[in-house]
């Protein structure tokens, strides 16, 4: 998830908390996930520690302990924002996501298809909302929770196609081929078959989300009536108004 950082927000006051080191301690933990947001994308812990003005074994140890909450997250590239602050932020989304889940079982009832959304979570593509169309029998299940590598799929060319400069570049050798995201952000969606599942196809267009930042919204199928043209044009509406709800 990535936060909403207004234009003109103060950092936390960095003197030393007069109420004791675990005050100190909690103030650390917080502008530890500021200094993140406002990275837009992985940091070092040696630049985190810079950011906090803290020794490295510090911010070490504050790291270790919001990964423990799965509020970050690390990996070669460093440390960035972990998927579970999207829990925390359910009660406060918790209207705007209903009515993103509704959307997307709107249109997975229209196409009769299996319709999620997906986003980045480090070098992976991992599907946080998924619907299954009613009334069909045999259906494609993608679980919330499920991932696979950005550089596969339609779902990841249109999550990547959807990540801002800093964002992109944050994610340098994991990135897809340039000519392919180029692709897909000039005629606004992305396809794909066998390259994650063999045997199903998928459509995926890119979208920016308040609560996750680049997205997809994607179906993924065995057999269509439709054309790619129309799944992706069907797609994109109902991108366009989740957009306008978030």
Known sequence: ?????????????RQRDPDGSRAQTLSR???????????????????????LDVHRSIAYRIVRTLEDHHLVRRDAD?????????????????????????????????LMMTTYIAVRDGSDCVVVISEEPRGRDAVVTYHPGYRHSLKAGADGAAVQAALLPDERKALGAQMVETARIRTVAARGYANSTGEVIPGLSAVAVPMRLRAWGAAALAVVFVG????????ARRLSSAAAKIQRAA
């Open 1 to 13: 998830m990535k936060p909403i950082v207004r234009k003109g927000h103060s950092r936390v006051n």
């Open 78 to 110: 460093g440390v960035a924002l972990g998927l579970g602050l999207i829990e925390l932020a359910r009660s406060v989304t918790r209207g705007w996501e209903d009515n993103v889940r509704t959307a997307v079982r709107s249109l997975a009832d229209e």
């Open 224 to 231: 269509s009536k439709f054309s790619v043209a129309e799944l």
């Open 29 to 51: 933990g917080i502008r530890c996930l500021e200094e993140l947001a406002a990275a837009h994308g992985p940091l070092t812990i040696a630049k985190l520690a810079a950011g």
